[in-house]
């Protein structure tokens, strides 16, 4: 059985930093793509694919607008994945969850509900 276990996040103020972690067991991840998916708290906010990695070659893919803030990277023996985030703004406040699946880790990367591994969601919260 797979199970995909998230921690970090929660609330800072503008400018500062948390890091994400996401564990996935029970399965090998060679060739997939993992990374993380958020959601904003309005209605209108679309999903989005923030950062993913493919394991294995290690290429990896981010959205613009957190290109050069945020750094996916991963640990290969534990199965578990990370996404350091720095100077943290108000507009990257979502709930962030990570996600696995066999796709190809680029701006196409939209994992299906059906298809991939899903942990829990963890909330970040950044204040002005």
């Known amino acids: 059985q797979v199970r995909v276990a998230q921690s970090g996040g929660g609330s800072v103020l503008a400018g500062g930093s948390l890091r994400l972690s996401c564990t996935i067991s029970?399965?090998?991840?060679?060739?997939?793509?993992v990374g993380w998916i958020r959601q904003g708290p309005m209605k209108q906010h679309e999903r989005e694919s923030v950062a993913c990695i493919k394991w294995g070659p290690d290429y990896t893919y981010y959205t613009d607008s957190v290109k050069g803030r945020f750094t996916i990277s991963r640990d290969n023996g534990e199965n578990t994945l990370y996404l350091q985030m720095d100077s943290l703004q108000p507009e990257d406040t979502a709930m962030y969850v990570c996600?696995?699946?066999?796709?190809?880790?680029?701006?196409?990367?939209?994992?299906?509900?059906?298809?991939?591994?899903w942990g829990q969601g963890t909330q970040v919260t950044v204040s002005p």
């Open positions: 996600a696995a699946d066999q796709q190809t880790c680029d701006d196409t990367w939209s994992p299906n509900f059906s298809d991939a591994y």
């Open positions: 029970g399965t090998t991840l060679d060739d997939f793509a």
